[in-house]
């Protein structure tokens, strides 16, 4: 009786990391992972949590080699080809604004953009720091 409390004890660690690392969707709308199928030119093809950076990172180098502007509407994201032109929609008060990938990420948990300070000032997010957003295609 005592091995098996040991042997269950021992394996209840790796169960609850187990988990805790399962995505609740397969949606790639959702977990922000997608491919060159799911993209539809000028419909929303991704909805998810946005943030934007800025202050530690202007005047350095982004993924694309030219230099981050946090003035600039740019924007970064995980797989699109740098150049992609985005109408980020802000979900909770309807404003929009249109930015261009040149970097990559973001790279926290479950977030589908990073903003440059300027698309986050006019999409109203820079209070909050985060916010639910769909992206559009443009090109």
Partial sequence: MKNILTRASAM???LLVA???TTASNDPSITGSI???N???GNAFQRGTASWYGPGFHG???ASGERFNSNDMTAAHRSLPFGTRLKVVNETNGRSVVVRVNDRGPFAHRRIIDLAKGPALALGLTSTGTGYVSLHRLD
């Fill in 35 to 37: 491919s060159q199928a």
């Fill in 60 to 62: 350095r180098k982004t």
């Fill in 19 to 21: 988990a805790c690392n």
């Fill in 39 to 41: 993209i539809e030119t």
């Fill in 12 to 14: 209840m660690p790796l």
